[in-house]
């Protein structure tokens, strides 16, 4: 089952205006990360949070992350036209020491209106 | 950009051939995966190496085997290859942080249809 779910699944807003997504999951978590991916591409990787941080800040990226509730927003500032893409928050598990992968959500796709 | 390929880009076949799908990395990096991609299911991991020949299983591995007999490559095969496996499959690489996964790069994927 996903880890991770998004909300929401689709979003559309004018250029200028500001975007969140927001992410939610099941079980404890070492860090977690929002994923970007144009049509037809891989995904490219935005920033991570470690469990124990609570903001985290990438130019125009705002990433919160809330252990006690299990969830982690998004937000990007000022959207423009080449943030049209979909976006997906991937945990990562404590693990023994190993790099065992990410649970992926099934994503936002966030279209930005001209 | 990573230093990550993916072989063949584009495939199609038809139901019960062996598919082999390659993924190349220059980046030296220890960990390699591969996801599938479907509509309404996200990512979902297949199988994953942290070394030369030390693989493991990921969520939905059933009808997938893997290699890495080298550093830089990761082979992914569907052995009898059926129309549910039809996907959008990517490979990523990564190295690992304290206690979990890091940041993935991600190949630009393979797609796969099976008919």
């Known amino acids: 089952s996903q880890q991770g779910e998004e909300d929401p699944q689709a979003l559309s807003i004018q250029e200028g205006e500001n975007a969140t997504m927001n992410c939610s999951y099941k079980?404890?978590?070492?860090?977690l990360q929002w994923y970007r991916q144009n049509s037809g591409r891989g995904l490219v990787h935005l920033i991570l949070?470690?469990?124990?941080?609570r903001e985290k800040h990438s130019g125009r990226l705002r990433v919160t992350l809330d252990t006690s509730k299990k969830s982690s927003s998004l937000l990007i500032t000022a959207s423009r036209a080449a943030d049209t893409a979909s976006y997906f928050c991937?945990?990562?598990?404590?693990?023994?020491?190993?790099?065992?992968?990410?649970?992926f959500g099934k994503g936002t796709h966030l279209i930005i209106q001209p | 950009d990573a230093g990550i390929t993916q072989s063949p880009r584009h495939k199609v076949t038809e139901t019960g051939t062996p598919v082999t799908l390659r993924c190349h990395q220059t980046?030296?990096?220890?960990?390699m995966y591969w996801y599938r991609q479907d509509p309404g299911h996200g990512l979902r991991l297949i199988h994953y190496?942290?070394?030369?020949?030390?693989?493991d299983k990921g969520e939905v591995s059933d009808g997938y085997s893997v290699s890495r007999s080298k550093t830089e490559d990761f082979l992914l095969t569907l052995e009898s290859a059926t129309s549910s496996q039809t996907s959008v499959y990517f490979c990523?690489?990564?190295?690992?942080?304290?206690?979990?996964?890091?940041?993935?790069?991600f190949g630009e994927g393979s797609r796969l249809t099976v008919l």
């Open positions: 991937a945990s990562s598990m404590y693990s023994g020491g190993g790099a065992d992968g990410l649970t």
């Open positions: 079980t404890s978590i070492n860090n």
């Open positions: 949070i470690r469990s124990n941080e």
């Open positions: 980046e030296n990096h220890r960990y």
């Open positions: 190496s942290y070394g030369v020949k030390d693989t």
């Open positions: 990523a690489i990564s190295e690992s942080v304290v206690g979990g996964t890091g940041e993935l790069f």
